[in-house]
């Protein structure tokens, strides 16, 4: 039975996830997420996978502030 809350979640779940593994490319990061969410599409989240990066690539990601946008 669906109740009430149930269907909220439901509709607060992106339709799909686009999963990036990030290690040092902070060179390239930031045109990569702007053509993810320059898609006509807009029902997904971004997961963005930093795997120990030293060059600064997780600060490019946080200063595209979108919602969408998950680093982990």
Request: aromatic share 4%.
């Amino acid at each position: 039975m669906r109740t009430r809350s149930s269907v909220q979640a439901e509709a607060a779940t992106p339709l799909f996830s686009v999963l990036i593994a990030l290690y040092n490319k902070r060179d390239h990061i930031e045109a990569t997420l702007r053509s993810v969410l320059a898609q006509r599409d807009t029902d997904f989240d971004i997961v963005i996978v930093d795997d120990g990066s030293t060059d600064d690539s997780a600060a490019k990601v946080r200063a595209l502030a979108d919602p969408r946008i998950r680093l982990i």
